[in-house]
């Protein structure tokens, strides 16, 4: 009895002592132990994300030509440069609230990405998609082109052309629209000129 109850208690001593060589060694090694896990971390996310498929459409933006502004400025009452032009578009491009509230109303072209979400937060989805997905970019510097393009990388089952190609429509479309308010207010500020005008030229005859 005495023999066994020995050999129990030194087997239990033995394994108490290896329990602490392993805990001292690991945390000696702890460095080391937490610079490999992280570093398979990484290599998994980079491994999946490398075999997540992703997609890139874009569409380079120019301005019109010159000419077929002629009609509108052929008027002598509104007039309007291709570049002038140019820049009001660019400037809805660039409108971060025209990008989300376009993307809110067209939920059917991001596909599986607003798949399940909640309305409460496809919004906070939406502008992580935005600023992780779409950019607008410009020629060298060195380059005397007037141009941008707008590129859009997307993953599998979001309608990426179509956005691109639907976005600019619309805001050019948008633009397109302000141009006859404007022509008419400026039409109705010639009409009131020209009233008060007369209106002067007939006081000087009734004076008369």
Same mark, same amino acid.
């Given at each position: 009895?005495?023999?066994?109850s020995n050999?129990?208690?030194?087997?239990?001593?033995?394994?108490e002592?290896?329990?602490l060589?392993?805990?001292?060694? *690991?945390?000696?090694?702890?460095?080391t132990?937490?610079?490999?896990?992280?570093?398979c971390?990484?290599?998994a996310?980079?491994?999946?994300?490398?075999?997540?498929?992703?997609?890139?459409?874009?569409?380079?933006?120019?301005p019109?030509?010159?000419?077929?502004?002629?009609?509108? !400025?052929?008027?002598?009452?509104?007039s309007?440069?291709?570049?002038?032009? *140019?820049?009001?578009?660019? /400037?809805?491009?660039?409108?971060?609230?025209?990008?989300?509230n376009f993307?809110?109303e067209?939920? $059917?072209?991001?596909? #599986?990405?607003?798949?399940?979400i909640t309305?409460e937060?496809?919004?906070?989805?939406?502008?992580? *998609?935005?600023?992780r997905?779409?950019?607008i970019?410009? #020629?060298? /510097?060195?380059?005397?082109?007037?141009?941008l393009?707008?590129?859009l990388?997307?993953?599998?089952?979001?309608?990426?052309?179509?956005i691109? !190609?639907r976005?600019?429509q619309?805001?050019?479309? /948008?633009?397109?629209?302000e141009?006859p308010?404007?022509?008419?207010?400026?039409?109705?500020v010639?009409?009131?000129?020209?009233q $008060?005008?007369l209106?002067?030229?007939?006081a000087g005859?009734?004076?008369?």
């Amino acid at each position: 009895m005495d023999i066994n109850s020995n050999s129990f208690q030194a087997q239990q001593q033995n394994d108490e002592i290896d329990l602490l060589t392993l805990l001292a060694t *690991f945390w000696q090694n702890r460095k080391t132990i937490i610079s490999i896990t992280l570093c398979c971390t990484i290599i998994a996310i980079t491994i999946a994300l490398i075999m997540t498929p992703s997609y890139q459409s874009r569409s380079v933006l120019k301005p019109i030509n010159p000419h077929s502004l002629y009609a509108l !400025n052929n008027l002598n009452i509104y007039s309007i440069t291709a570049e002038s032009l *140019f820049t009001d578009v660019e /400037k809805e491009l660039h409108s971060y609230r025209n990008q989300e509230n376009f993307l809110l109303e067209n939920e $059917d072209l991001l596909g #599986p990405i607003l798949k399940e979400i909640t309305p409460e937060l496809k919004e906070q989805v939406v502008d992580e *998609f935005l600023t992780r997905n779409f950019s607008i970019k410009y #020629p060298e /510097k060195e380059s005397t082109r007037k141009q941008l393009t707008l590129e859009l990388t997307y993953p599998k089952g979001v309608k990426g052309p179509t956005i691109i !190609n639907r976005f600019i429509q619309t805001v050019s479309e /948008k633009v397109k629209k302000e141009i006859p308010e404007t022509i008419k207010i400026q039409i109705n500020v010639e009409r009131n000129d020209l009233q $008060d005008q007369l209106a002067i030229l007939l006081a000087g005859y009734n004076a008369k």
